[in-house]
């Protein structure tokens, strides 16, 4: 198995410049996570999916950033437009959750998003 | 709604040396309880888990954590640390079984000396 995968590694624009983040969770998984980290906050949460559909997106910081997912295997997080303040490193994290219980939320390299 | 605390940032011991990272927690009723490491330049890997049962839990890596409820604690040990455990390490905690949501902490980085 790949691992949940997540591209670009590495992202570098300019302010007010659309970004947008994508992730493929792992097979089978019908849980998937955004997180941002960034040395001031941590790692927070930004938005999680279960079997495709929004379930909590209380930490998307504005409306400047929107998250999808069209189908298990995909999901994009866009910023639009970007600003210096969002840099950071975005995680994609995916799990297989069933009611009754945790697993383990596997996480993705990141993409390290520099905004200019 | 739970929180998760970690009051050291940093820790640094030397090789070879015990280790613990603390962790307390906020939730009103059992929590799950996870630790994370975070290698430089890597996303986040479990280390272990606490869900119910046995209090103390093993984990890879030769790490253990112990749950107390009267002190909201889950701290991690490890009897002799290897310099490869240098790293970031995040205590998480959920709400049990109403949602998939966890909250992690800020992180403790963890220094070895040679």
């Known amino acids: 198995d790949a691992g949940v995968i997540q591209s670009p590694r590495h992202e570098v624009t300019e302010m007010g410049q659309e970004v947008t983040l994508r992730c493929k969770p792992i097979?089978?998984?019908?849980?998937l996570f955004w997180y941002r980290q960034t040395m001031m906050r941590g790692l927070e949460l930004l938005i999680y999916?279960?079997?495709?559909?929004?379930?909590?997106d209380s930490g998307m910081p504005e409306d400047r950033f929107s998250a999808k997912m069209p189908n298990a295997s995909f999901s994009t997080l866009k910023i639009q437009p970007s600003e210096p303040r969002d840099s950071a490193v975005y995680f994609c994290?995916?799990?297989?959750?069933?009611?009754?219980?945790?697993?383990?939320?596997?996480f993705g390299p990141g993409t390290r998003l520099t905004v200019l | 709604a739970q929180s998760v605390t970690q009051p050291d940032i940093h820790i640094t011991v030397s090789e070879g040396a015990s280790l613990e990272l603390r962790c307390n927690y906020s939730?009103?009723?059992?929590?799950?309880l996870f630790w994370y490491v975070q290698s430089p330049g890597q996303g986040l890997q479990l280390l272990l888990k606490?869900?119910?049962?046995?209090?103390l839990v093993q984990g890879i890596k030769g790490f253990e954590a112990e749950f107390k409820r009267s002190q909201s604690s889950f701290n991690l040990r490890k009897p002799s640390v290897h310099w490869s455990d240098a790293a970031e390490y995040f205590c998480?905690?959920?709400?049990?079984?109403?949602?998939?949501?966890?909250?992690f902490g800020k992180g403790t980085r963890l220094h070895i000396l040679p």
């Open positions: 994290a995916s799990s297989f959750w069933i009611a009754g219980g945790y697993n383990e939320q596997f």
């Open positions: 606490y869900f119910s049962g046995d209090t």
């Open positions: 999916f279960n079997n495709n559909v929004p379930i909590d």
């Open positions: 939730y009103g009723a059992t929590p799950y």
């Open positions: 998480a905690v959920g709400a049990g079984n109403r949602d998939d949501k966890i909250i």
């Open positions: 097979s089978g998984h019908n849980s």
